[in-house]
């Protein structure tokens, strides 16, 4: 796809957007379903069931996913598409790429250990790894753009509100 086609393509939905913003608020879900048998969450993902369980560094055998780990491959995801759109869109020459996230957990948070270690991850970093022989002033504005966009990270980033509650 070039910038004509991502400009032909989005260009109907940005201006309904602008027309009437209220078409743009799109509610996501996601739904789990408790495993009866072991500690794991059947994940329905659209595609598969991806069935989350507890970390080895919690107990876990690790043959299940960690949600950490899914959290840190949605950043990726994200962060991939994102990059990829703002390069369509900005005619960047862009060659192959890769994207890796990375988080540091103190697991004494979620065990209960410390009542001072955090529960969540404490720092995560992204990284890109760019084909490109383009300036470093449009790599920056490539990756500003990206952050900027990047639906994954802004959410990290900017701490939506968030509500549990419970039904019977």
Same mark, same amino acid.
């Given at each position: /796809?070039?910038?004509? %086609?991502? *400009?032909? /393509?989005?260009? &109907?939905?940005?201006?309904?957007?602008?027309?009437?913003?209220?078409?743009?608020?799109?509610?996501?879900?996601?739904? #789990?379903?408790?495993?009866?048998?072991?500690?794991?969450? *059947?994940? %329905?993902? #659209?595609?598969?069931?991806?069935?989350?369980?507890?970390? &080895?560094?919690?107990?876990?055998?690790?043959?299940?996913?960690? =949600?950490?780990? /899914?959290?840190? %491959?949605?950043?990726?995801?994200?962060? #991939?598409? @994102?990059? *990829?759109?703002?390069?369509?869109?900005? %005619?960047?020459?862009?060659? =192959?790429?890769?994207?890796?996230?990375?988080?540091?957990?103190?697991?004494? #948070?979620?065990?209960?250990?410390?009542?001072?270690? &955090?529960?969540?991850?404490?720092?995560?970093?992204?990284?890109? $790894?760019?084909? @490109?022989? +383009? &300036?470093? +002033? $449009?790599?920056?504005?490539?990756? *500003?753009?990206?952050?900027?966009?990047?639906?994954?990270?802004? @959410?990290?980033?900017?701490?939506?509100?968030? =509500?549990?509650?419970? +039904? $019977?």
């Amino acid at each position: /796809m070039d910038a004509a %086609e991502l *400009k032909a /393509m989005q260009s &109907p939905l940005k201006d309904a957007y602008r027309e009437d913003a209220a078409q743009a608020v799109i509610t996501l879900r996601a739904k #789990g379903t408790l495993d009866d048998q072991k500690i794991a969450c *059947k994940v %329905e993902t #659209g595609r598969a069931l991806a069935v989350a369980g507890l970390h &080895p560094a919690t107990g876990g055998s690790g043959l299940e996913l960690c =949600s950490g780990d /899914m959290l840190l %491959e949605a950043l990726v995801a994200c962060a #991939g598409v @994102t990059l *990829k759109a703002v390069a369509t869109a900005l %005619e960047f020459r862009l060659g =192959s790429a890769t994207v890796e996230a990375e988080g540091d957990l103190d697991f004494r #948070g979620t065990l209960g250990v410390a009542k001072d270690a &955090p529960v969540g991850f404490r720092a995560i970093r992204l990284a890109f $790894r760019l084909d @490109t022989d +383009e &300036p470093q +002033e $449009r790599i920056d504005a490539l990756l *500003k753009l990206t952050e900027r966009y990047c639906v994954v990270f802004q @959410t990290l980033n900017s701490r939506p509100q968030l =509500s549990v509650s419970a +039904e $019977r």
